[in-house]
Structure formats: C-alpha cells, structure tokens
C-alpha cells in the first residue's frame, strides 16, 4: 500500500512540472534578438519584477543588446557602472561598424569590467542564470549570452547564533547566503584541499547545495555515498539542510539524530578537520555534518578550547544528565508503585506524607506534569521572546506552586519534573529524543517497574548499536571500542595528546580499522 | 550464512556473558556447599578445555557453521538428524533460560503478575535482538556486558562489612563425591553450553585468535565465579547458601541500610538476554540452515513463540526446575556438549590427516 502511495506521490509531482520551462529541453538561443525578446516576454509574463533594457546603439543602431535580470536581486548601480555605461561609451565614441560576432567578442573580452563573466548558450540556461540574480545580455546576432556576476548582496550580517552559545571560542555562525558561509570556512582552513562540490536541488527552488570536505582527510568512501546520495534526491523544494537531511540518512525509522548539525563555524571546522563531510545549502543557516554518531551529542566546541580536566568532568555530567532525563521520572514511579523495599525507611515517611491526598496515582501524575512541562516549552519556544519569559514564571509559579497547594500533585513530583527538565536542556541534540523515550519509560515503568525500564533500555541499546550513520556503527567507538577514540569520549585527553585522527570514520565494517596518522595525511598532501 | 563480523573481544563479551547468563540465578557449585570453589575450579578447569575442543573443531572446519559440519563429518542424511536435535537442544535451552529467569523474576519482586507476561516481555525483547543480526548483538554485548562485573562489584563492596572467613572450613568435610558432582553440573550447566557458539565462531573476523578468546573467556568466567561464590559464602555461610533458592540475590538483599535488589535484575536481564538472544540466534540460523532458506529472521517469531510457551511448559514449579537443573540436564546434556562434540573433533582431525580421502568423498 505504501508503495502504491508513494507512486502516485512520484506521478503528481512530475505531472505538476511539465509545463514549467524547466523540464523541456534546453532550446538554443535564437539569434535575431525580436526572437528572443519574444520568447522572453513569454517565459516571463507576469513577471512584475523582470526587467529588460534594449541597448541600441553603434552607427545606424547596428548593435544591439538586451540586458536581462530581475529586479532586486542584482545591484544596479554595479550593472550600470560595469555593464552599460563601458558598453555605450565604447560604441558611442569609436566609430566602429563590426561585426556581430565582433561586437560579442569585445563586450566579452575588452569592454565589461566585471571579473564574473561566462557564457550560456540556450535559452534555458539564460533563464536559469536571470532568475538566480545574474544579469544576462543578449547581442544580436550572436549564439550564446553573457552571464555578468552582478548580485547584489543579500540577507543579514554574520551574527553570534542564538541556538548553540559556547562561552569561549569564535562567536561567528553561519548566514543564509552560501557564498558567505563558503568563505566562512575557507576562512579557517587555507588549503587547496578544502574542496566545495556544487549542485542544484529541487525541481522547482534549483536550490544550490554543496558538500564540503577536506581531500585527504576525509574518507573516500563517505564523500562517494554522499554524492551519490545527495544526487539521489528528487523533490520540488530544498528550503532548508533539515529537508536533505531527511533524504540522505540511513535509517528513516529512529528517534535518534544520525546527521549533525551546526550553526556555528568553528565546530563545522572542527567536524571537517576530523574527516566529516558537510553539506551546505544556500538559505539556511544549518549547516549538516555526516557522519554524526551518538559521542557527538555530548561534545560541545566548550571543551576543546579549556582544559580537558573540565572538558571530562562536562561530559560525564552531560551523559548522566542524558540518562536523568530519559530515566528519573520513571525511576520514581517504579520506586513507589512497585519497590517500595529499595527507599530507605526514613525517605518513605516523606514520601508518603507528600503523597498524602493525591488523588492520581504516580503514573498519572507523572504524565500530567510532564506533559504540562513539554507544553510549556513549546508555548514558550514559539512565543515572542518577550512573552516567552513571562509564560515560563506563570508556568513555573502556576503549575508549581499551585497544584502541589490545590493538592493535585505531589511536592516530590513536582522536584523530579523540575530536574528532568533541567537535565533535557543540557543535551541539546538529544532533546527530542529523550521527550518521546521519556513516556516510554514511564509506560513500562508502570506496567512492568523496574524490570520495564530494564527491558526498555537494552530496547534502546540494541536500537542505537543498530543505527549506522554513513555505514559507521552509531555507538562507534564505545562499541564496535575503538580504543585510540576514546581519547573524545567521555574522557577527553588535552588537544595535544591527541595525536590521530579519530580511526572510526576510516572503519570497514570490523574487518579491520584504516587509521591513518596525522603525519601520514600532511604527507600525502605534501605529494 | 550471514556476512556478518563480530570482533575479538566482541566475542570474548559474548562468551563471558553467555557463560554468567543464568548461572547469576541459579550456581551448581552450591551442591558442594563449602567446597563449591573446589567445584568451580574443577569445572572452570574442564570447562575451558571443553571450549577449546569447540574452538578446535571451528578451526578445523573453517567457516563453517554447527549444522554445516554435522552434514560435512556424518553425511547428509545423519548429519541432518544430528542436527535437528541440536536444533531442538539450543530451543529447550533457550526456554529454560526463559522459564530461570520468570521464575526468578516472580518469586523475589512480582508475585502477582503471571508468569507468561514477564517471559512474553522479555521475549520481545530478545527477538528485536536476534532480528538485528549478530553483528548488532556483538556491539550490544560491548556495552552490556561490563555492567555484569561491575555490578558484582558494587554489591561485593556493599556487603564488605558483613562475612565470615571461616566460613570455607572445613575443606571437603563431606569427602570428595560432592564436589565432582558439583563439578560435572557446573560444566555442563554454564560451560558445555557453550556448544551454542559453533554456530557463532565462523563470523569471528580474525580466525587465529578463536583459541585464546574461546579460553580467556571461560577463565575470566571462572575468576568472577570464584569471587561471587566466595562473597556469597563469607556472608551467607556454608548452610544457608546449600539451602537459599537464589543465593546471589540473597546476598544483595543482605546489604544493610540499603536494598540494591533492582541492581541485581538489572544484572540479570543483561546476562539472561544475552545467553537466550545467542540460543535463539542458533537455533534460527540452524533451522534456516538445515531447510536452505535464504533469510533466518522468517523463523524468529515462531522460534520465539515456541520458547515462551515451552518455557511455561516444561516446569510445574520452581522446584522442579531445581531438580531438573541438578540432576537431569547433566545426563541430558553430555551427548550434545560431550560425545557428539568430541566425536565431531575426532572424525575432523582424521580428515584433516588425510585430505586425499576429504577430496574423495567431495
């Protein structure tokens, strides 16, 4: 059935684009310039932001040109400057008759002073460069079209992110203009062998993405079924990495992140300089790294940049954060629902006395509060900011305060729910992950206490020792252990101490590891 | 086969936790009563010998699983029999690890909840596992099976302030009978078991350390027998561990001020799931073998089902589980762990002597 769906998903999509220009084939350029103001006119009417300007101009009007682009996007003052002003001046002065195909050659070689300068020879690809915030000029009489590099520059300045702040290290994160973001990288790592492959994506936005990675650093084989599965995907929109990031990973069915992503610039640096491969897109500031294995979740940029005492001490604390999130609300309803035995005598006099006149059992309670506390993060996430603020001390006053005094839920609830929400903010990557196995906890925490919650976790261990991201197993290095990357794991050695680079990302099933030295790799791009 | 590659030391994790599994609930040694170390040393003595005749065999077959060197070594049509019955030895095994596990799980902290529900649950769970393949269940060991030391561990250091040291004398007050009788269970209750793993040795990726992973494990196994069995005597006494149905889990209990019990099934279900996710793994892979399908994960659902209702089956009570374990399975047991192995070692090193006579029957 769900192949049935899918197929006729697939027909729609290709039925909705027969008519778009984009999927005949590419016609060349016509070349008397009435033909292909024509078919331009056409192409683009109602098009209220096109513009076209004829340039006539030589003895007896003899050259003629069309200057193409939309309004907006590319920047008039240096079309005017580079583009028309050299062109009139030159035909105006010199008393010159040529040749069409003169005229062509001396706009392209001697008279447009912008260094951005290509051909296109149908009138397809002329279209695609307009709408893509070129300018493209038309001479009569000639086969193929100048494409000037004229765009005007778009979107905000670079900015410290709001969603990933590290206290120390670059406060630079990414825009949503690609070219910025392609010289934000190039920025840090000065070698040729930093290489951006380009391509365009979906049917309709001809987004442009681009996989980045560092030649010889990065593993072959990863950069190859990236490409192939990049190229692989087919839809009428990319409006952001979240959409290709759907498409290229490997397992559709997990709560789990199996591709990273980042704002900000130097941890993307970071991540290529380990040997993954990024994919950028322009219009989005979320840049994605593959592969991204489950360590990742608990490494922030923090650590590297302070003393790996600190660094360690972190990440035990994240990961114990990380199981306090998934585990304590469950713990508690297991305790006194079914284990009464385990609290200590003096804790289980409290305990009762708080659960003195609550009229739900744990359980309820438990899902109550902590969907009241999924609830309000949501409300305060899309709210103004401002707003936002004023919802969490209602929420927290509120819902605090007052249920424990209206009775519906215990004082000791209330301090679990408090901390589980603390501890699923301190793994920001996992958070959506932990929201939904929170629940399942619960549920099997309920039926079953502490054997459910047992039974559910070596559930989600076999899940995660399943998940592979880029065909590297997702739990790599804890298992399949790669010793030499534990030195980034949950103990982090100091930068320099570390001496290869992490051997996983080189791993062929666990037939038998390529690591490659640091050494080796300055080598080889030495050769 | 499956193309599958489990390291070293995944397999090494593998056999540790197999050979724990059930044996956290239930410990031969204690026939011996104070002596159970002598029996445990005997056993761990034999029992590592006995693995590496396995891995021998594995070695002199290579790459080949259970069912393929049965047919290989017996011809087709015995060779096939033999097989059908291990394949019916791996399900009863499985379901008896069911059944130590439910009963275990009902008599300390469910009494109220049936039986079939918590073995069903837990079934569940090891299906998931076998489905994923025995490249996920090596990674998932990686990171199981240091719980189970560890664990033993912490209750060993929660109980430091509680034992007895005198508790082993006198040594073998009841002569030597019992002790080799404890022995004998102990070998074919954790350590002949083990037979399981011919059908897991071929996807090992290095061949050359099958020996020494095979006979490190059953030593290490051996080391944390000892250091339970003498933690548990030193608290519990020579009687009370003779008389106690679960004498690890009446040790934790035994911790003052604090009661570690979820501790311990936690150590439990790690163990157990282990030994049972590797039987049933067998089991299927046998059956698929033995028929020449081409995917084993048709059969782990009706595998699965048959072990939860065998596993309810074959006991009336707890009691006769005790029993069972004590005095039959080492009967049942000695043709599937012993002779036949030993059979298969013998006709594998004669063919091995002479590989004019291998070429022939091909």
Redesign the interface.
């Known amino acids: 059935m769900f192949r049935k769906i899918k197929r006729r998903l697939r027909v729609g999509s290709q039925q909705d684009n027969i008519d778009t220009i984009y999927t005949g084939i590419d016609e060349p350029l016509p070349r008397n310039i009435e033909r292909v103001k024509e078919r331009l006119n056409e192409i683009f009417s109602e098009c209220s932001d096109y513009i076209q300007r004829e340039i006539v101009c030589g003895e007896d009007g003899s050259v003629r040109i069309l200057v193409s682009y939309i309004e907006g996007f590319v920047d008039k003052k240096i079309l005017n400057q580079d583009v028309v002003r050299p062109i009139l001046d030159y035909f105006s002065s010199a008393e010159r008759q040529d040749k069409a195909k003169r005229v062509y050659q001396l706009i392209k070689e001697c008279i447009i002073s912008n260094n951005e300068v290509r051909e296109v020879e149908s009138l397809q690809q002329a279209v695609y460069k307009i709408v893509s915030g070129d300018a493209v000029l038309f001479v009569d009489g000639s086969k193929s079209a100048l494409v000037v590099g004229v765009k005007a520059p778009q979107g905000r300045q670079v900015e410290e992110p709001d969603t990933e702040v590290s206290i120390r290290g670059p406060r630079e994160g990414f825009v949503e203009n690609l070219a910025t973001n392609m010289v934000l990288i190039r920025k840090r790592i000065k070698t040729p062998n930093l290489k951006f492959e380009m391509m365009q994506l979906g049917i309709q936005t001809k987004t442009d993405v681009c996989i980045c990675y560092i030649k010889g650093i990065a593993n072959e084989e990863i950069v190859k079924e990236v490409r192939k599965r990049v190229k692989k995907i087919r839809g009428d929109a990319i409006l952001d990495t979240g959409y290709i990031e759907q498409y290229i990973t490997d397992n559709r069915l997990t709560l789990f992140p199996v591709v990273g992503n980042s704002e900000k610039c130097d941890k993307l640096v970071a991540k290529l300089l380990e040997g993954r491969v990024a994919i950028l897109c322009d219009g989005t500031p979320y840049v994605i790294t593959v592969p991204h294995l489950f360590i990742e979740s608990i490494q922030t940029s923090d650590d590297y940049y302070d003393h790996a005492f600190f660094a360690s001490f972190m990440r035990v604390l994240r990961f114990l954060a990380l199981l306090i999130s998934n585990l304590l609300p469950a713990m508690y309803v297991a305790l006194v629902s079914f284990h009464h035995t385990v609290i200590p005598f003096k804790l289980i006099i409290t305990l009762a006395a708080s659960r003195q006149g609550i009229p739900f059992s744990p359980f309820v309670e438990a899902i109550l509060m902590i969907t009241a506390f999924e609830l309000l993060r949501e409300a305060g996430v899309r709210m103004p900011r401002p707003i936002g603020q004023a919802l969490s001390i209602v929420g927290a006053i509120v819902l605090g305060e007052a249920s424990v005094n209206a009775g519906i839920a215990s004082n000791l609830m209330v301090i679990i729910v408090a901390i589980t929400a603390i501890c699923s903010f301190v793994v920001p990557p996992l958070i959506r992950a932990t929201m939904l196995l929170r629940f399942a906890f619960l549920i099997a925490a309920n039926f079953l206490g502490f054997l459910g919650i047992s039974l559910v976790a070596v559930t989600v261990i076999i899940h995660l020792c399943r998940l592979r991201s880029f065909g590297i197993p997702y739990m790599a290095p804890l298992s399949p252990l790669t010793a030499t990357d534990l030195k980034d794991s949950f103990i982090m050695v100091p930068i320099w101490a570390m001496i290869t680079r992490p051997k996983i990302l080189f791993q062929e099933d666990t037939r038998g590891t390529v690591g490659i030295k640091r050494q080796e790799v300055d080598k080889i791009s030495e050769d | 086969m499956e193309k ?4 070293s ?2 397999l090494f994790l593998l056999i540790t936790g197999f050979l724990f599994g059930s044996t956290l609930i239930l410990n031969p040694a204690t026939g011996a009563k104070n002596d159970g170390w002598l029996a445990i040393l005997i056993g761990g003595a034999v029992g590592t010998l006995l693995l590496a005749a396995y891995a021998s065999i594995a070695l002199l077959n290579p790459s080949k699983t259970l069912v393929e060197i049965l047919r290989d070594r017996f011809g087709k049509v015995i060779g096939n029999i033999i097989a059908i019955l291990y394949i019916w030895y791996f399900i009863h095994l499985a379901s008896l690890v069911f059944r130590n596990f439910g009963s275990f ?1 009902l008599t300390t ?2 009494p109220k ?1 049936p039986l079939e529900v ?1 073995i069903a ?2 079934a569940l ?1 090891v299906m ?2 076998v489905n ?1 393949g025995v ?2 269940v ?3 060991s ?3 099976v240091p719980f189970v030391p560890v664990i033993a561990v912490i209750i060993s250091l929660g109980i430091l302030t509680v034992h007895d040291f005198t508790a082993f004398l006198p040594v073998l007050e009841n002569g030597i009978s019992p002790v080799i009788k404890a022995s004998l269970n102990l070998l074919t209750f954790p350590f002949g078991e083990t037979i399981v793993f011919l059908m897991i040795f071929p996807h090992l ?1 290095k061949r050359e350390n099958l020996k020494k992973v095979s006979t490190l494990s059953a030593l290490s196994a051996t080391g944390l027998f000892l250091f339970i069995f003498f933690r548990d005597i030193t608290v519990l006494g020579s009687h009370l561990i003779y008389q106690a149905t679960f004498v690890p889990h009446l040790t934790s209990v035994l911790i003052p ?6 501790l311990f ?2 150590n439990l ?2 163990g157990g ?1 282990i030994k049972v996710v590797i039987c049933m793994y067998a089991a299927v892979n046998g059956l698929n073998q033995l028929i020449g399908a081409n995917d084993y994960r048709k059969f782990t659902t009706a595998v699965a089902t048959f072990c939860v209702v065998l596993s309810i089956w074959v006991y009336e009570n707890i009691f006769e589980m005790f029993d069972w374990a004590e005095n039959i399975w080492l009967y049942y047991s000695i043709p599937f762990q012993i002779v036949i192995p030993l059979m298969l070692l013998f006709l594998s090193l004669i063919k091995k002597g002479n590989p004019a006579h291998e070429k022939s029957i091909e």
Do not use: C, K
């Open positions: 599958a590659r489990i390291s030391l995944q799980m902290t469910y909840t918590i649950v837990f769970v998931y596992a994923s490249e996920v090596g990674r998932m990686e990171i199981l990726n001020g604090i009661n570690l019990e979820p099934n936690v279900i790690i799931s």
